[in-house]
């Protein structure tokens, strides 16, 4: 089975944070051009991430997701302050292929059932950021780790594979934007567990850490934003270097 | 310039869809009325979801009859993902529902296997293996488009299984089973995957199968 390659979009107020001029790009901070550039590109799944921190401007969001979505022909998750099923069906109308659903499923677990009801659970994705609190234990964080949950990060995500979702986007707060690399353990622990794919996030700084995610960690697919905004690498540097240490990726 | 109609089955991925066909072709509706249906020289219909609920929806649009007479006109009607599941008798999904009965056979869960530690639902992209023995006047040029080396993107936990094998298209490789991936009968077709996220490969075949004539 092809392991997944998955460039993530941090989006705050309608444009790409931290993202890279590339050539032919007119605009680096506009989503949709990142994405249609990723779509041609080699990604096989495009994560847009609304980092925006008012709750305010749910239409704005709404609007930009219209216009990115509109030249991504790859899978496109959004996620970022969806709090009921009315927002979770307002950006699949919008063109999203997949919603994350974060804080509000750890609220309300009832979100994770009726979204998979009725989407599905191929567009329910539950977004788990966990955080190392001892040898061999995580906690679920919600946001942007900044509140505990009290949730032991196994649990909830055999819980949330029990009521209906469909993929575990696992974030690891302690590697996020370190450069470090993914939580190996963490991400091992989780892939193990459940029986839904899980992408490994959180800490990609070199094309070791995908590997590493996708061998050690045992994941089915790899996000990163940083590598490749920056240009430091391109997705299909990303696949030849896979490929070539025998990891199945879709070249 | 052929009338295109994309059926509303109230699922979420129509625009991505429309989108996708409109490349090729501005001509599109996106549609639930029954007449405008009938009216189009090419149909697609898309699906996501709980097989039970979608086929609730159809059923309060009225859409069962309408889906038998595309059928009896012949004209060419595309299912995708889920619209392709509708095609058949019933699914197992959420216990035993009924289908629109288009085309012979039932939907059952992916098979697991431990040894392979498959996951469900099965998402990603995958290569496709042609049935050789596959005959369809209709649809020949489209399979013949197919090439054994392109991949196309895959989401799902349920799958087709055709009372006729001779039905089947082409299959791609899940844990070892060969699972239906496209199906074809008189006049429909239909695919387990999404054309409209495989990229450039899925873009050529909703191309291929607006170039059809029938």
Redesign the interface.
Same mark, same amino acid.
């Given at each position: 089975m092809l392991k997944r390659i998955i460039p993530c979009l941090d989006v705050k107020n309608g444009r790409v944070v931290k993202g890279i001029n590339f050539i032919n790009l007119v605009d680096a901070g506009d989503p949709s051009e990142q994405a249609k550039f990723y779509s041609e590109n080699g990604a096989d799944e495009i994560c847009f991430l609304d980092i925006t921190a008012s709750n305010e401007n749910r239409n704005t969001i709404l609007d930009v997701v219209k216009k990115t979505s509109e030249q991504c022909f790859v899978p496109l998750t959004v996620g970022g302050g969806v709090r009921n099923l009315k927002d979770i069906s307002n950006l699949l109308s919008s063109g999203a292929d997949k919603v994350s659903i974060n804080t509000a499923a750890v609220n309300n677990k009832n979100i994770v059932k009726e979204s998979a009801e009725n989407f599905g659970s191929q567009c329910t994705v539950i977004a788990i950021d966990a955080k190392k609190i001892s040898e061999n234990k995580w906690e679920v964080f919600t946001h942007g780790g900044r509140n505990s949950t009290g949730k032991d990060v196994l649990n909830y995500a055999k819980e949330v594979e029990e009521l209906g979702a469909g993929e575990i986007l696992l974030t690891s707060m302690d590697r996020d934007g370190t450069k470090k690399g993914y939580d190996l353990k963490l991400t091992e622990l989780i892939s193990n567990s459940v029986n839904i794919p899980v992408i490994a996030s959180g800490g990609v700084g070199n094309l070791e850490h995908l590997y590493d995610g996708l061998k050690k960690g045992k994941a089915s697919a790899a996000l990163a934003a940083s590598i490749f905004h920056f240009g430091e690498f391109s997705i299909q540097d990303a696949k030849k270097y896979l490929d070539s240490k025998g990891i199945p990726v879709r070249i | 310039m052929e009338k295109i109609i994309i059926i509303n089955t109230g699922s *979420?991925?129509?625009? *991505?869809l429309k989108?996708?066909v409109e490349k090729f072709n501005h001509n599109v509706t996106v549609t639930e009325d029954s007449k405008t249906i009938l009216s189009g020289d090419k149909i697609f219909f898309p699906g996501?979801?709980?097989f039970k @609920?979608v086929m609730e929806t159809i059923e309060k649009k009225k859409l069962i009859e309408t889906l038998g007479q595309v059928k009896e006109k012949k004209i060419p009607l595309f299912g995708i993902c889920?619209g392709l599941q509708l095609f058949f008798d019933e699914s197992e999904e959420f216990g035993p529902s009924k289908g629109l009965g288009l085309i012979g056979g039932n939907v059952k869960k992916l098979p697991?296997d431990p040894k392979e530690k +498959? @996951?469900?639902?099965n998402?990603?992209?995958?290569k496709l293996n042609i049935n050789k023995q596959f005959t369809s006047k209709n649809f020949s040029k489209f399979v013949n488009s197919l090439n054994e080396k392109d /991949?196309y993107?895959f989401?799902? *936990?349920y799958f087709v299984n055709p009372s006729e094998k001779t039905n089947i298209v082409a299959t791609y490789n899940f844990a070892g089973y060969e699972i239906p991936a496209i199906v074809s009968k008189d006049t429909l077709i239909g695919c387990q995957f999404?054309p409209? @996220? +495989?990229? @450039?490969k899925? /873009?050529e075949l909703i191309s291929n199968f607006l170039k059809l004539a029938i």
């Open positions: - | *979420s991925n129509i625009l *991505s989108r996708a996501v979801g709980a @609920k889920l697991t +498959s @996951k469900i639902p998402m990603g992209w995958f /991949l993107y989401v799902h *936990s999404h409209e @996220k +495989s990229g @450039k899925g /873009l």
